[in-house]
């Protein structure tokens, strides 16, 4: 069965800091990745997946991921976050071939001016 | 298109009584999932159709808890018997094609049981 941690639960961060969100998961399996993300009183939408191929994944608004096979891990990161990207984050997991996607727990991240 | 949407946003219930939630997914889009969301937690997963075809309902959390997809195009949860516990943001998501695929998810139904 597949599992998802995700370390913090929050990071307060001031704007134009840069910040990187953690995301370890456990799989017998291979795996597809995913970052989504929900922004207050919104649907999660979104942000980047890694299928295969480059283990640096680009997403919108200027977050990446890299994918660490060894470490079972695929940490999000922006270089400079801004007031907006305040949310909540949520790293997934699905096995390839299958149906179903496992999400964590979820990192509320709150830019501070 | 205007995406995932569900009906109603807030449902307040007493214990006991059942509830009926829709979603009605993009419209091309044959996959159709229900989450469960609890405060402080991620989705978790409670029930998937292909199509019309429930193909898996085992984490649906009782059997007070159905689902339907009637020709494949909008989808209802039913919750029997409701108990406080069920309170929760019930999410719904759509995609075309399987697990590497995007979901769109919906803003959810946010259930108080009282």
């Known amino acids: 069965a597949q599992s998802v941690t995700q370390l913090d639960s929050q990071v307060p961060v001031f704007e134009e800091a840069p910040v990187e969100l953690r995301c370890n998961y456990s799989s017998s399996v291979s795996v597809y990745l995913f970052w989504y993300v929900q922004y207050p009183n919104q649907g999660l939408q979104l942000l980047l997946k890694?299928?295969?191929?480059?283990?640096l994944v680009k997403g919108i608004n200027g977050f990446e991921a890299e994918f660490n096979k060894s470490q079972t891990s695929f940490h999000l990161r922006k270089p400079s976050v801004h007031i907006s990207d305040t949310a909540e984050y949520f790293c997934?997991?699905?096995?390839?071939?299958?149906?179903?996607?496992?999400f964590g727990a979820g990192t509320r991240l709150f830019v501070k001016a | 298109d205007t995406g995932v949407s569900q009906d109603p946003r807030h449902k307040i219930t007493k214990r006991g009584q059942n509830v009926t939630f829709r979603c009605d997914p993009i419209?091309?889009?044959?996959?159709l999932y229900w989450y469960r969301q609890t405060l402080g937690q991620g989705p978790e997963f409670l029930t998937y159709f292909q199509n019309e075809a429930q193909l898996e309902k085992s984490r649906l959390l009782s059997d007070r808890f159905s689902a339907e997809r009637p020709k494949g195009s909008f989808s209802t949860l039913e919750i029997q018997r409701t108990e406080q516990g069920d309170s929760a943001m019930y999410l719904c998501?759509?995609?075309?094609?399987?697990?590497?695929?995007?979901?769109?998810f919906g803003q959810g139904t946010r259930l108080t049981v009282v």
């Open positions: 890694y299928l295969s191929g480059s283990t």
């Open positions: 997934a997991v699905s096995e390839t071939g299958g149906f179903k996607t496992i």
């Open positions: 419209s091309e889009h044959n996959r």
């Open positions: 998501a759509s995609s075309l094609g399987g697990a590497d695929t995007e979901a769109f």
